[in-house]
C-alpha cells in the first residue's frame, strides 16, 4: 500500500494481487480487521487505503470505446463521479466495449473544462468473449494479425493458425484466448469466417455479429405473437374510444412497414385539435412474456441499407400493431386542444382505434401541398402546416434551436453494391410530423411528472462553456455575428441567415457536436435541446422499448417493479450501439462508392484547420477528411486567431473555405481514406 502505484482497492482484488491462496483467506481477512481497528488502514467506499495517504480518485464503470483508441467510461455511482470520464489513446488498456473496468481519475486533466480524464487500471468485467474483426496481416507464416475495430488501431489480434490458409482482407470472429501474454499481445483463435472485405453484400451481416445485435426470435415470441392473429377482435375494441370516423392518416418514408403514428387536425374557433395516434403495442406485449423479454434485451429497432433488424416479430411489428391504411387498429391517443396560437389548452390520454385513410409518404404528402398531386387530404394537410408554423414558433420562443439538417441515404442494390446517393430534404413535411411527435411526447412527459408517477424521461443536459465556445469561435470564422453572450434566439438568427449560404450545413454539424448526448433516464433533469422541462419516448413503442415503458405506466394500475435506473442505462447503451452499427455500415457502403469512383473529384468543406492541417466534409457524401500541410507544395503557418493556415505568397486555407478533394488510397478494412488536395482548382 506504500507503492506509488497503489490505489484504494477492494479486499478480494487487494488479496488477488497479493496471490494469497485459499488456505490463507482467513488469516488475510483476520490482519486486514485488525489493521483497520488499529486505524492503520481506513474503509472508503468498500476500498482499502492506508490512513493519512492522499491517492488518485478510482471509479468503476462501463466503457464505450472509440476505432481511433480513446473511449468514455460511464460512471456506475453519479454521487462518485457526475460526469462522463473521458480516456484519452493509449490509456485504454486492453478494454473494449461494454467491458465493465475500474479507472484511474487523472488529478490535472488536459482538458478539464471538458470534464474529468482518466486511465483503465482494471478490467473487473469482460463484456464479451470473442471480436469482430479483419485480417490486416496475412504474410507472416502460420500468423495472422486482425484489425478489430472495438479494439483500435493499438490493439491488434495475433491468431497463430496452424498451416491454415486465411487471406488477407478476411471478416472473421475471434475468440480470446488471451488478452495480453507475456509479449503484451492479444492471442485468439478464429471461431467463425464471415465473408471478406471485398464483398459488399456481408456488410450487415458483419455489423450485426460484430455488434451483437440479435436477429432471431425465440420461438416462444413468434408462437405468442402469432396468437393474436391478424385481425383485431371486436374483444380488443371494448372500453376504447372509436376514432375511425375521424380523418386519420400516416406519414411515413417510403420504405417504412411498421406505421407507430397517425394524425389527425381540425379547426373551430376556439383553436386546433391535434390528435397524435400511437400504435398499442403494449395490449399485445405484456409484462414477462417472450415478447417482453426479448423487446427488453433488444431494446429498439435497428435500421441498415435495405434491411431492418425489428424489435418486435414482423407479425405485430409490421403488422397487427403496424397502423396501415384501411384497417382498424388499436392505439394510445393523446388528444390535444390547442388555442388559436398553438399553446395548449387541454388533453386527453386514452386508450382508441382508428382506420387510417391513407398512407402518405414525406414526398407523397409534399406533392399533394405543392399541387402536383390531387387529394381529398390536401385541406387537412394545408391545416397540419399551419399548425406545425405555430408550435415552431412557440418551440423558438422558448429558446429550442430549430437545425432542419438534409439526411443522406446511400442507396444500395440487392448485392448491398452502393450505387449512389439521395439528398432527403428536412421540408414540411417532416416537420410536421416532428413538431406533433414533440408535442405528444412533452404532454405525456408533463402528464406522468404531475401525477406523480415514476417514469423515464429522455433528458439532453446543457454543453459546457468551453464546448460552446468552440462554435461560436466557428461561427465569427464564417462572418457572423454574436454577440458576446448570445442567446438562443441569437443562434437561431445565424442558421436564419446561413440558409442562403454554403455554410448552413456545417454551422449546423458543428452545433450538433458542441451537445452531449440525449440519454433515459428516471430522473428528470429537462431537455437542454427542445428547450423542455419534461419530455419522453412515447410515440414509437413498435421500435423503442422505452416507449412501450412509458405506455405501461400510463394505462396500467400496477406494473410490475422494475429497476428504471437500469433499464435506462441499458436502453441507453442499445440506442448507441444500434447507432454505431448502423453508422459502421454506412460509411463502409460509403467508401465502397469512393472506390469505384476514385478518379472524381469532390467538393468538400474546410470544418477545422490545426497547425498541421486541416479537417473538412465532403459535402452531400457526409465523409469526413484530413489533408496535412506535408501533402501540400508550399510552406505553411499557422494563424489561430483567424484559423487559416497561410503562405507567404497569400495562399491561404480558412475554417468554412471550399476545397476540391480526391480520394488517393481507401482502406476498407480500417474504414479510412488517404486524401488530396485537387490543386488544380
Request: net charge negative; charged share 30%.
Amino acid at each position: 500500500m506504500k507503492r506509488n502505484d497503489y490505489y484504494p482497492m477492494l479486499q478480494e482484488h487487494l488479496l488477488k494481487l497479493l496471490k494469497v491462496s485459499k488456505e490463507e483467506q482467513d488469516l488475510a481477512q483476520n490482519v486486514i480487521g485488525e489493521l483497520i481497528r488499529d486505524g492503520v488502514i481506513v474503509v472508503d467506499k468498500n476500498r482499502l487505503a492506508l490512513k493519512g495517504r492522499e491517492y488518485e480518485t478510482v471509479v468503476t464503470g462501463t466503457i464505450h470505446v472509440n476505432p481511433r483508441g480513446f473511449g468514455f467510461v460511464t460512471p456506475d455511482d453519479d454521487q462518485e463521479c457526475k460526469q462522463t470520464i473521458f480516456i484519452p489513446p493509449g490509456h485504454c488498456e486492453d478494454a473494449v466495449q461494454g467491458d465493465h473496468v475500474e479507472v484511474t481519475l487523472v488529478a490535472k486533466p488536459r482538458r478539464p473544462e471538458r470534464g474529468p480524464e482518466g486511465r483503465i487500471a482494471k478490467v473487473l468485467k469482460r463484456a464479451r468473449e470473442s471480436v469482430a474483426g479483419i485480417v490486416s496481416d496475412a504474410y507472416h507464416k502460420n500468423r495472422l494479425t486482425i484489425y478489430a475495430p472495438m479494439l483500435g488501431p493499438e490493439n491488434p489480434i495475433i491468431v497463430m493458425t496452424k498451416g491454415a490458409k486465411i487471406d488477407w482482407g478476411t471478416r472473421v470472429l475471434v475468440k480470446i484466448t488471451s488478452w495480453k501474454n507475456s509479449k503484451g499481445e492479444i492471442r485468439g483463435d478464429i471461431e467463425k469466417i464471415l465473408g471478406n472485405i471485398e464483398d459488399p453484400s456481408i456488410d450487415v451481416d458483419c455489423a450485426i455479429v460484430e455488434f451483437e445485435i440479435p436477429t432471431d426470435f425465440p420461438s416462444s415470441a413468434i408462437d405468442e405473437a402469432k396468437a393474436y392473429g391478424k385481425e383485431v377482435t371486436q374483444n380488443d375494441l371494448n372500453g376504447r374510444t372509436d376514432f375511425t370516423k375521424d380523418e386519420v392518416f400516416t406519414i411515413d418514408p417510403t420504405t417504412a412497414r411498421d406505421f407507430d403514428d397517425a394524425l389527425c387536425v381540425t379547426k373551430s374557433k376556439d383553436g386546433y385539435r391535434l390528435c397524435v395516434h400511437i400504435a398499442d403495442v403494449s395490449h399485445y406485449v405484456r409484462p414477462e412474456t417472450a415478447l417482453d423479454q426479448f423487446a427488453a434485451t433488444r431494446c429498439n429497432s435497428v435500421y441498415f441499407p435495405r434491411r431492418c433488424v425489428p424489435m418486435l416479430p414482423e407479425e405485430l411489428s409490421n403488422e397487427l400493431c403496424s397502423l396501415k391504411e384501411g384497417v382498424v387498429r388499436l392505439t394510445a391517443s393523446v388528444v390535444m386542444d390547442l388555442d388559436n396560437d398553438g399553446n395548449l389548452n387541454n388533453y386527453q390520454i386514452q386508450k382508441g382505434f382508428i382506420k387510417s385513410q391513407k398512407r402518405f409518404t414525406y414526398e407523397g404528402a409534399k406533392q399533394v401541398l405543392d399541387g402536383q398531386v390531387e387529394s381529398p387530404h390536401k385541406k387537412t394537410l394545408e391545416l397540419m402546416v399551419e399548425l406545425c408554423e405555430k408550435l415552431k414558433a412557440l418551440r423558438r420562443a422558448r429558446g429550442s434551436i430549430d437545425l432542419a439538417l438534409p439526411e443522406t441515404v446511400v442507396n444500395v442494390d440487392k448485392k448491398g453494391i452502393p450505387r449512389g446517393f439521395t439528398v432527403v430534404e428536412y421540408d414540411i413535411t417532416h416537420q410536421l410530423v416532428e413538431e406533433f411527435m414533440l408535442k405528444a411526447n412533452e404532454v405525456v412527459a408533463t402528464h406522468l411528472s404531475k401525477q406523480g408517477k415514476d417514469s423515464l424521461y429522455r433528458i439532453h443536459q446543457a454543453p459546457t462553456e468551453d464546448e460552446q465556445a468552440d462554435f461560436f469561435f466557428f461561427v465569427h470564422q464564417l462572418g457572423f455575428h454574436l454577440p458576446e453572450t448570445p442567446t438562443s434566439e441569437d443562434i437561431q438568427a445565424v442558421f436564419e441567415k446561413a440558409k442562403s449560404t454554403p455554410y448552413a450545413q456545417q454551422l449546423a454539424i458543428s452545433f450538433i457536436r458542441t451537445m452531449k448526448l440525449a440519454v433515459y433516464s428516471p430522473e428528470n433533469v429537462g431537455h437542454f435541446g427542445l428547450s423542455l422541462d419534461y419530455y419522453t419516448h412515447f410515440t414509437s413503442p413498435i421500435r423503442r422499448y422505452p416507449d412501450l415503458i412509458i405506455h405501461r405506466l400510463l394505462f396500467e394500475k400496477s406494473t410490475q417493479e422494475q429497476n428504471l435506473s437500469a433499464l435506462a442505462l441499458r436502453c441507453s447503451d442499445c440506442e448507441r450501439n444500434a447507432a454505431k452499427a448502423e453508422n459502421r455500415v454506412k460509411l463502409l457502403k460509403k467508401l465502397r462508392y469512393l472506390e469505384k469512383h476514385h478518379e472524381e473529384t469532390f467538393t468538400a468543406t474546410i470544418t477545422k484547420v490545426f497547425p498541421m492541417g486541416f479537417a473538412f466534409e465532403v459535402d452531400v457524401y457526409a465523409i469526413e477528411g484530413v489533408v496535412f500541410v506535408s501533402q501540400l507544395p508550399d510552406y505553411y503557418e499557422y494563424d489561430r486567431e483567424k484559423a487559416m493556415l497561410q503562405t507567404k505568397h497569400g495562399k491561404r486555407f480558412r475554417l468554412g473555405d471550399q476545397i476540391k478533394v480526391y480520394p488517393e488510397f481507401i482502406d476498407l478494412i480500417k474504414s479510412e481514406v488517404k486524401w488530396q488536395l485537387d490543386l488544380s482548382v
